[in-house]
């Protein structure tokens, strides 16, 4: 952890969120400062401006051997793959600005409270964020128990626990081994290196369709657009109490916090400021730790394939869970992963692909006077577009706890691309269940209106191919799909009992581009 006397106290007066990105090594050694708010901010490091910060704050950034007795590792896959982790550590921060500030009293976990796996594809072009749930039930591997000095044998826990078992080294190879993923670089982010990195940048815009309350986090966010200083983001990326969501809709609320932030230092002048950059560049370098193998130089060769790396070509994804309350003696709650659609997502990375691979289909073209009311299908043809290639994410609309999950479950076992992630829709008891979608893709709403016959199908123009599935009380259930447009439905057993090798397609990988699910 960065010392306090390097960090910028002053700047959590009243701020938001932090997140960032990590590097990699040899001839490709380029840091991710990507998700510290500094992705885009490198982006023109290649000025002398840029160049003369890096070199003179390179020395003083906090390093740590995260790759220390890495043992067996995944092989190198020719892209830059980072782990990028947010910390619960309050060292340096007075008690009255940890409470009455950023409202993350209490003693600390030593624990990540953020993951994500980030990779740049070869030629700087793209890139995929990948969250990973923090009580993902994993193995962690053998290791040296820091304060004993004793070695512990491989157990079973939460994926998050690894860091306070074994430090940045620990944490990445408990990533690597359950992922398949070589780790190149390794970027952490504390409290302080949020807030000050958010403030540096002046703040970040997110928006909401509804208010968002969290008396725990101290978040109280109205509907609308708001911009958020560095104390009010990292309110809003650490709640967990918004609603019945819990980790799985504060990762949500993260990766949009990433995909705006993303937009809006690209449509900024930010990168085109040289003082301005500067003060980015000296605060994020000045409040995270990294792995040993960075240095300026990886700093101006990444940037430089930074150039072209915009909200539109960077893919947002969640690992795929199969139980979201896995009670485990000793561990409490955890999250099991989809094997089938964990591999594939993993597979996807690893070969470099795109995750949001599916190409939109023209705009519709206007229908012929007396056809269906708008919002609703227009042509009664039998489906034709298969569920595996339906995006889908599921909002409980009723307040009935568990039907988010329920229809998730419904929709997943038919064969549909679920985000395996249902939230709530907000306040409100909706009766009748309510199909969002994107007017390009009414192919593919017959298909999932096939499955919802009950529901009414609205129209969302610039929703994007990710259809929303607002469940309102009335729902009984999915109706079975023809054999013509129903592919292998998602195998149910217990991920225990699946193997990684299983026979037949692989699951589609659903994700969302940053446009997506940035601010409007």
């Known amino acids: 952890m960065a010392s306090s006397s390097r960090r910028h106290p002053a700047a959590v007066s009243t701020g938001p969120f932090a997140e960032s990105g990590s590097v990699r ?6 840091v991710g400062l990507w998700l510290a708010g500094s992705v885009s901010t490198a982006v023109l490091a290649t000025s002398c401006t840029g160049w003369a910060v890096l070199n003179g704050v390179g020395g003083s950034i906090d390093r740590v051997d995260a790759f220390a007795e890495a043992g ?24 009255t600005t940890l409470k009455d500030v950023l409202h993350a009293g209490g003693e600390s976990c030593h624990c990540t409270d953020t993951m994500m796996i980030v990779q740049l594809a070869k030629d700087g072009g793209r890139a995929s964020v990948i969250s990973i749930p923090r009580d993902s039930y994993v193995t962690i591997p053998a290791h040296q128990d820091p304060a004993t000095r004793k070695q512990v044998p491989a157990g079973k826990g939460r994926i998050n626990a690894a860091y306070g078992m074994g430090g940045a080294p620990l944490a990445v190879r408990t990533v690597e081994q359950n992922t398949g993923l070589r780790i ?18 002046g703040g970040v815009e997110v928006c909401t369709a509804k208010p968002l309350k969290d008396e725990y986090a101290g978040l109280d966010l109205r509907a609308g657009t708001s ?42 002048g930010t990168l085109f400021n040289p003082a301005r950059l500067g003060r980015v560049m000296d605060s994020v370098l ?41 009670q485990v003696s000793g561990w409490g709650s955890t999250v099991l992963w989809d094997q089938r659609g964990a591999k594939a997502l993993f ?87 309510v199909i969002r979608y994107d007017p390009r893709w009414d192919d593919s709403v017959r298909t999932l209106a096939a499955a919802l016959p009950a529901a009414e199908p609205v129209q969302v123009p610039g929703l994007g191919a990710t259809m929303q599935v607002i469940a309102g009380s009335d729902y009984l259930g999915v ?36 446009s997506e699910i940035s601010c409007p």
């Open 25 to 30: 090594g040899a001839a490709r050694r380029r």
């Open 72 to 95: 067996d590792r995944p092989d190198d896959d020719g892209g830059t793959t980072f782990l990028v982790v947010g910390t619960d550590e309050r060292e340096g921060i007075p008690e």
């Open 184 to 201: 190149d670089h390794y970027l952490q982010v504390d409290f302080l290196g949020f807030v000050s990195t958010v403030d540096a940048l």
């Open 227 to 268: 911009r958020l200083d560095g104390a009010g983001a990292l309110k809003y990326v650490r709640a967990r109490h918004v609603d019945g969501s819990s980790d799985l809709g504060r990762m949500q609320r993260q990766q949009k916090f990433l995909a705006q932030l993303l937009r809006q230092a690209a449509g900024t």
């Open 286 to 326: 000045r409040s995270v730790k990294v792995d040993k193998n960075l240095s300026p130089d990886d700093l101006l060769a990444l940037a430089a394939r930074l150039k072209d790396l915009s909200a539109a070509n960077a893919d947002f994804a969640t690992i795929p869970l199969s139980v979201i309350d896995h």
């Open 347 to 433: 597979t996807a990375v690893r070969e470099g692909r795109p995750l949001t691979g599916r190409p939109e289909a023209p705009a519709a073209p206007a229908p012929p006077p007396g056809a269906a009311a708008p919002g609703v299908p227009s042509a009664p043809s039998a489906p034709s577009v298969p569920p595996g290639q339906i995006h889908v994410q599921v909002l409980n609309g009723a307040g009935l706890l568990g039907l988010g999950a329920r229809v998730d479950g419904d929709l997943r076992r038919l064969g549909f691309a679920t985000t395996g992630t249902p939230s709530n829709a907000g306040a409100g008891t909706a009766t009748r269940t």
């Open 479 to 514: 109706t079975a799909l023809p054999s013509s447009t129903s592919g292998p439905a998602p195998d149910a057993s217990p991920p225990s009992l699946r193997s990684s090798l299983s026979p037949g397609p692989a699951p589609t990988v659903s994700a969302a581009t940053g």
